[in-house]
């Protein structure tokens, strides 16, 4: 038995109550089981708890076995010197304090389905260890606890983002061309994008707004791709010759440094989704006076802020995939599905931190609303919720069935997980039914 299983019980009252005594006899009357802390120190924070008539206020320890608490070193005994109830499942074994005084152990009873319940679905084999009972509770609960995971979803997003916010010197233009220019890589490609925005400053992309062909010449130079012989069939192709000219200018200009165009890669990709088309694409989206994130900012719908990021290829690349090879001639445009991915992973994230960090709520209540408002994402984990019976009708609740499934189902913590903790407590009396609601 987990430790973890007896907080939970401890937390939601779901063991017997009339079997608490202290050695004398006298009941115990759990008046609050206290704050629940998941990190170092009791396990449950205030407690208050009421012995023949005397109210005590503290911390509450809680073991699988009384034993260890003693002899093992966990917790050591000036631990216990501020708790007024280690609470136990089986008490074998006495315990004292550091002054050497005997501390009141209480060992506590529950119904063994309960544990059975809980052990069943830990060892499920699905990753989705309820998805064949999840149909049990009814809808508005279980949307409930998806409304929370969204947000717990854009939160957890929110340390890359302020990470890269301080590296850029609190620049937010910066950081959100950093932060876009990264999902430009589509997985395969991420690394070269980072390298490519952190070698190629906004700052200087933003003096060149209106000139999309030296963003183009900015971009693929310091990307590596005007390397001499990299591709060598475009040595002819006038395009390319520009470009590289271009890039001469510039470079010595900022004094910039180009990556290694080897990088970049282009094997098992669609070609519409090679470095180079999108790096075009990625220019047009900067051709923007006045900074890209400041009109994401004010964008009051989602189709509004959909045409910021709806972007075309220059018209070189209608008929090109790499420099100096003719193609079918097709526009290649970010489309609809890798707008969205653009929105969803970079764009939102950042908007919704931005307001976050300036206590903005009418900023993060419009970019969930922007999520409300972008098609749910198509992917294997949206099939397996699915499959389960719970659908995303939109990138809001996609987002929250990935959080839930890869911080919650995939972990196996179904204890902090609203929908396995109402599970396993089904058919139990609560001591307090809303708290489901109020907190994971």
């Avoid at 929110?158 to 590296?167: A, V």
């Avoid at 997985?187 to 070698?199: D, G, I, K, Q, Y």
């Avoid at 520009?242 to 890039?247: A, P, S, T, W």
Wanted: aromatic residues 12%; charged residues 25%; proline residues 4%.
């Amino acid at each position: 038995m987990k430790e973890e299983f007896l907080h939970y019980l401890w937390k939601y009252g779901l063991y017997n109550p009339d079997n608490l005594f202290d050695k004398d006899g006298n009941k115990i009357i759990v008046i609050h089981p206290g704050e629940y802390n998941r990190d170092s120190g009791p396990d449950f924070f205030n407690a208050r708890i009421s012995i023949a008539g005397t109210v005590w206020a503290g911390n509450v320890e809680i073991h699988t076995r009384s034993s260890p608490c003693d002899t093992q070193g966990h917790p050591p005994a000036p631990a216990f010197n501020n708790v007024i109830l280690p609470v136990v499942a089986e008490n074998d074994k006495r315990v004292f304090n550091a002054k050497g005084e005997e501390v009141l152990t209480v060992e506590i009873s529950f119904d063994p389905s309960l544990l059975e319940k809980y052990t069943t679905l830990v060892n499920n084999p699905y990753i989705i260890a309820c998805q064949d009972e999840i149909n049990k509770l009814d809808n508005i609960f279980i949307r409930h606890w998806l409304n929370s995971l969204v947000i717990e979803r854009l939160q957890s997003k929110s340390e890359l983002i302020i990470k890269i916010f301080s590296q850029t010197g609190n620049d937010w233009e910066e950081t959100f061309y950093r932060l876009l220019t990264r999902y430009f890589g589509f997985r395969v490609n991420t690394e070269p994008f980072e390298m490519l925005a952190s070698s190629l400053p906004f700052r200087i992309i933003r003096k060149h707004a209106d000139n999309r062909f030296q963003i183009e010449a900015l971009l693929f130079g310091t990307a590596g791709m005007l390397e001499e012989g990299l591709f060598k069939e475009a040595l002819s192709d006038e395009y390319y010759r520009d470009l590289i000219k271009e890039y001469r200018i510039l470079s010595a200009k900022y004094s910039l440094q180009p990556i290694h165009g080897l990088v970049w890669k282009f094997s098992r990709l669609r070609p519409a989704n090679f470095p180079t088309v999108r790096i075009s694409q990625l220019a047009a989206m900067l051709s923007v006076a006045g900074g890209l994130f400041s009109k994401a900012l004010e964008a009051t719908g989602i189709k509004q802020l959909k045409e910021v990021f709806e972007v075309s290829a220059s018209h070189y690349w209608d008929d090109h995939f790499v420099f100096g090879k003719k193609s079918k001639n097709v526009s290649k445009n970010t489309g609809s599905q890798a707008t969205d991915i653009f929105l969803i992973n970079a764009v939102i994230p950042v908007i919704f931190v931005y307001g976050h960090s300036r206590d903005f709520q009418d900023i993060c209540e419009k970019a969930l609303t922007f999520l409300e408002n972008i098609h749910a994402e198509e992917n294997t984990i949206i099939l397996e919720w699915k499959t389960a019976g719970i659908g995303a009708e939109s990138a809001f609740y996609s987002q929250a069935l990935i959080q839930l499934r890869n911080e919650y189902c995939k972990k196996r913590k179904c204890l902090d997980c609203r929908i396995g903790s109402k599970l396993i407590s089904m058919g139990k009396k609560m001591k307090d039914q809303e708290e489901l609601l109020l907190e994971p």
